[in-house]
């Protein structure tokens, strides 16, 4: 399955984004679909997971203000962004593993398919 990542941009402190990871094919199989961030300088880091069953992980830095959701209608994932700060800016990627585990999606996996990634720039 092909990824598009979308939503990014550029925002205030405190602000609010959406990002969206659209798949090319059905995401209803795949068993665990995730968000990774990497910042300039820095090595890429895992986000967000959400499984087929919708069990939801979220690393320590984000959780309480990122949530995950899966919409299999529409092959679609988001990531819904509140409370940024300036340490959230990365490029953020989507990424699916149709046969792997929440392990592997927040050990940060490379198996699988990634999109492109999208921009997110927060300002102070």
């Known amino acids: 399955v092909q990824l598009q990542a979308s939503g990014g941009g550029l925002v205030q402190a405190g602000g609010s984004l959406r990002l969206s990871c659209a798949a090319s094919?059905?995401?209803?199989?795949?068993?665990?679909m995730g968000w990774h961030r990497q910042a300039p300088g820095k090595q890429r880091e895992w986000v967000a997971a959400?499984?087929?069953?919708?069990?939801?992980k979220y690393a320590d830095s984000v959780k309480g203000r990122f949530t995950i959701s899966r919409d299999n209608a529409k092959d679609t994932v988001y990531l819904q962004m509140n409370g940024l700060k300036p340490e959230d800016t990365a490029v953020y990627y989507c990424?699916?593993?149709?046969?792997?585990?929440?392990?592997?999606?927040?050990?940060?996996?490379?198996?699988?398919?990634w999109g492109q990634g999208t921009q997110v720039t927060v300002s102070s």
């Open positions: 990424s699916a593993k149709r046969f792997g585990t929440l392990a592997h999606m927040m050990a940060g996996a490379t198996f699988g398919s």
């Open positions: 094919g059905s995401i209803a199989s795949i068993n665990v």
């Open positions: 959400i499984t087929s069953g919708g069990t939801t």
